[in-house]
């Protein structure tokens, strides 16, 4: 992950928990995946969160032109 986005990146994903209700506490960046600490609130599925995170990052990342071709 470039450096120069991976703040912003970090600050987007933080964005997205905050808004469907949960807490982070924690970002870490790979070079092809990161890992997500946070406070968890039992009303939604996890699968749903991370459905969420998955896509709005995805969708931010290919709206920002921050690589070449289409992120997924």
Sequence with gaps: MAPV?????HKYITGIVQN?????IAINSMPDHLHLFF?????QALSDLMR???????EWINNQRL???KFR
């Design 39 to 43: 406070g968890f609130r039992p009303n």
């Design 20 to 24: 469907n209700g949960h807490k982070i």
């Design 67 to 69: 690589c070449t071709g």
């Design 5 to 9: 986005w991976k703040e912003h990146l």
């Design 52 to 58: 969420i995170v998955k896509g709005d990052s995805s």
